[in-house]
Structures are given as C-alpha cells and as structure tokens.
T-cell receptor, first 112, second 112 residues
Framework: AQSVTQPDIHITVSEGASLELRCNYS??????LFWYVQSPGQGLQLLLK??????LVQGIKGFEAEFKRSQSSFNLRKPSVHWSDAAEYFC??????????FGTGTRLTIIP | DSGVTQTPKHLITATGQRVTLRCSPR?????VYWYQQSLDQGLQFLIQ???????AKGNILERFSAQQFPDLHSELNLSSLELGDSALYFC???????????FGEGSWLTVV
C-alpha cells in the first residue's frame, strides 16, 4: 500500500531564511507527487506536482520540490520565506487506481 | 480560487441530525472527491464519483452517503450525526481520474 511520511510535525524558521520540508513515500513504482498548502481557516491549495520528467519542479509562491527516486523523497524548498508562508503543508501521492493519500502535514511557523 | 465551490462554509448542528454538504466542481471536471479533515484522523479520503458513477470508496461511514448529479455537482449526506463527526469536509475535483486534484475551501461542520 502507498504511504506518505512527513517526519516533521512543526518547523519554525525566521523570515528570510531558507526552508526545506521533508516528504518520504513508500510505493513500488514512481507515484504522482504533490505538495498542497493550507493556510489557517482555508482550503488546500496546490503548490506543485511531479508526474515525470525533470526531477526539480517549480511551483507557485516561489516554492520548488525535488524528486529523488533513490531516497523515495519529494522535499519542498523555498530559498527565502515570508511571513505569509506560515501554514500547514501537506505532501500527497497517488498512482494508478489508488487515491490521493496525504501525509500528516507539517506546520510552518515564521518568526520575525 | 480553485474553482471548486462548497456550501455551506460553516454549519452547526445537533447530535442525531442530518446535514447535506454541496459541491460544485470546476468547470469541465468530471471527477468529484470528498475528504474529511479532523485533528485526530488527518485528511481521509471518503468517496469519489466520476461522471455520476461511484468510483472508489475510502473510509466513509455507513451513516454517510454521497451522489453526483447529471450537472456534475455532488452532495455529501451525513446522518445520525455524532460529536466525532465534527470536522472540515473538503470537496475536490479533477478532469479525469488520474489528473491533478483541486480542492474547495471546505465546509466546517460542528456537531454539538
């Protein structure tokens, strides 16, 4: 069965600092991978997705993610965070007939 | 704005009652998905419809049911409500069954 692990429940970074949120998956083949963001009281917004091809994908709001098959990872990065990036971030995957499976989320706090 | 519209945004009801949550997918999307987000369970897939037909079931209780109508909007019916049903219910849609899934802003259900 497919699964997604986000090992960090909560991360705090200073405004302007770089960010990396970790995501590891378990699946026999390469799944479709996604990062979603949920701001307080808001819905889930798609940041970026990986289906195939270039392993470094660019998303909205200055985010990027790198797919590493050897590490079964799809980490989300941003070179310089803004206070408005404070939110909950979810990694998700699906493949074939499986349904979109989410990780438990990482809550990002930004300090001035 | 993802283009997925959910109503109502907030709902407070008593235990034992029945409620209906409504979802309008993005224009052109044939698949509709329902997810439940709660503090203890995280994001859980409930059910998927494709062009009016049920395609997949996840962790959906027997007290819950859904349908997708000919105009492709969907409704999630929750009956005999319990306190533990309090959650954020998301609707999402996609063009097909293996495409990017876009989420609405959710319907907050509080059972008192």
């Amino acid at each position: 069965a497919q699964s997604v692990t986000q090992p960090d429940i909560h991360i705090t970074v200073s405004e302007g600092a770089s960010l990396e949120l970790r995501c590891n998956y378990s699946y026999g083949a390469t799944p479709y991978l996604f990062w979603y963001v949920q701001s307080p009281g808001q819905g889930l917004q798609l940041l970026l997705k990986y289906f195939s091809g270039d392993t470094l994908v660019q998303g909205i709001k200055g985010f990027e993610a790198e797919f590493k098959r050897s590490q079964s990872s799809f980490n989300l990065r941003k070179p310089s965070v803004h206070w408005s990036d404070a939110a909950e971030y979810f990694c998700a995957l699906y493949f074939g007939n499986e349904k979109l499976t989410f990780g438990t989320g990482t809550r990002l706090t930004i300090i001035p | 704005d993802s283009g997925v519209t959910q109503t109502p945004k907030h709902l407070i009801t008593a235990t034992g009652q029945r409620v209906t949550l409504r979802c309008s997918p993005r224009s052109g999307d044939l698949s509709v998905y329902w997810y439940q987000q709660s503090l203890d369970q995280g994001l859980q897939f409930l059910i998927q419809y494709y062009n009016g037909e049920e395609r997949a079931k996840g962790n959906i209780l027997e007290r819950f049911s859904a349908q997708q109508f000919p105009d492709l909007h969907s409704e999630l019916n929750l009956s005999s409500l319990e306190l533990g049903d309090s959650a954020l219910y998301f609707c999402a849609s996609s063009v097909g069954e293996e495409n990017t899934i876009y989420f609405g802003e959710g319907s907050w259900l509080t059972v008192v």
